[in-house]
C-alpha cells in the first residue's frame, strides 16, 4: 500500500492538469474498481468539473463543482495516467509497469474518465483500489476519515498534540503505534524505520518508555523523512513512479530501511532486520537500543 509521500506526489502531479476540467465521459470494467450507482454517475459527474485535487492520509480527494467528490485508494497496485490530447502534458504515477508508458486502456485499465482536454486512466492489476463517488459534505462522515489520526506535515499539528496521541497507546509498541491510522496518517513501514532510526529509538519501546525529549525529536524526524520522500517523489519501493514517470529515488537516501548487513551511517554498526508490530524492521542495535519493548 502507498504510503504518505507516494500518495503525495501523485496529488501534486494531478492537479495542475486537472483542475478546471470538466468530465465529459465515464468507462469502467470492473464493478468493483467504480463502485458507484449509474444515476449518481450521471447527474453528479458527467459534465461536473474538477475543483480541487487533494490528499488525506493516503487517500486521493479529487472535488467536483457538482458537491460531490472521488475518493481513490490506489491499494497496491493503482496507477494514475493522464494523457492530454496534445501528449503535451502527460501524466504517470503508480505501479511501474508497462502501462505508465504504453498504449492505453489495456488490460490492468479499470477506470476511464474522459475530459474535453484528455483522458485520466485507472489501471490496477490486482483490482484492490477503487474510484467512489460520494458527497463532499459526507466525506467526514466515513469511517475511515473519522478515525484517521492528523496529518503529520500540517502546520497545525503539534509536538503536544503529537505526544497526546502517542500516549493513547502507551502499552504498544511506539513502531505499532505510528502504523495505527487513526493515531496518525499516512506512515508506513518505510518512514517509520527512518524516523525511528533518526530518533534512536528502538521500535519495540513500548510507547510509555518513550521521553518526552525523545517523542520531541521523534516528531521531528517524522517531519524531516516525509518532507524528504516527498522531494525525492516517493520511495522506489517496487511500486511507485513520480508524476514526471521517473522512479522515485528517496531509498537512495535511507539511512536503515533495507540497508542490513551494511554500516550504520551514524556510527557503523551493522543493521539488522528483526519483526516488529508484524512488519520487517530495519534497527542499528547500537543507536537504538532495546529497553521498555514488548514481547
Known amino acids: 500500500m502507498p504510503e504518505l509521500p507516494e500518495v503525495e506526489t501523485v496529488k501534486r502531479g494531478l492537479a495542475p492538469l486537472l483542475v478546471g476540467k470538466k468530465i465529459l465521459a465515464i468507462d469502467y470494467d470492473w464493478p468493483k474498481s467504480f463502485p458507484n450507482a449509474p444515476s449518481d454517475v450521471e447527474q453528479f ?3 461536473s468539473s474538477v475543483v480541487a485535487v487533494k490528499r488525506r492520509a493516503k487517500v486521493l480527494l479529487i472535488s467536483l463543482s457538482s458537491k460531490y467528490s472521488l475518493i481513490i485508494h490506489l491499494r497496491m497496485t493503482g496507477q494514475l495516467v493522464y494523457r492530454s490530447n496534445d501528449n503535451k502534458n502527460d501524466f504517470g504515477a503508480g505501479h511501474p509497469n508497462d502501462s505508465l508508458v504504453g498504449d492505453l486502456p489495456d488490460k490492468s485499465t ?25 458527497p463532499t459534505i459526507e466525506i467526514p462522515l466515513i469511517d475511515f476519515f473519522k478515525k484517521v489520526g492528523p496529518e503529520p506535515l500540517s502546520a497545525t499539528f503539534t ?9 493513547r497507546r502507551a502499552n504498544t509498541a511506539v513502531k505499532a503505534a505510528l502504523l495505527d491510522q487513526s493515531v496518525i496518517a499516512g506512515i508506513g513501514n518505510i518512514y517509520a524505520d527512518e524516523s525511528l532510526w533518526g530518533a534512536r529509538i528502538h521500535p519495540s519501546t513500548l510507547v510509555k518508555n518513550v521521553s518526552t525529549l525523545n517523542m520531541n525529536v521523534l516528531f521531528d524526524e517524522i517531519r524531516h523523512v516525509l518532507t524528504l520522500a516527498i522531494e525525492k517523489g516517493g520511495s522506489t ?22 540497508k542490513e548487513r551494511q554500516p550504520c551511517p551514524r556510527c557503523g554498526t551493522i543493521i539488522e ?3 516488529v508490530a508484524g512488519r520487517g524492521t530495519h534497527i542499528c542495535p547500537k543507536c537504538q537500543p532495546k529497553k521498555g519493548s514488548t514481547r
Open 45 to 47: 459527474l458527467i459534465g
Open 110 to 134: 479499470r477506470v476511464i474518465i474522459g475530459f474535453k482536454e484528455g483522458t485520466l486512466f485507472f489501471n490496477d492489476q490486482r483490482k484492490f483500489g477503487y474510484i467512489r463517488l460520494v
Open 159 to 167: 509536538k503536544a498534540q503529537f505526544r497526546q496521541r502517542l500516549n
Open 237 to 258: 519501493d517496487k511500486n511507485y513512479v513520480n508524476h514526471e514517470g521517473k522512479r522515485g529515488n528517496y531509498l537512495t537516501f535511507a539511512r536503515v530501511f533495507r
Open 273 to 275: 532486520k528483526l519483526r
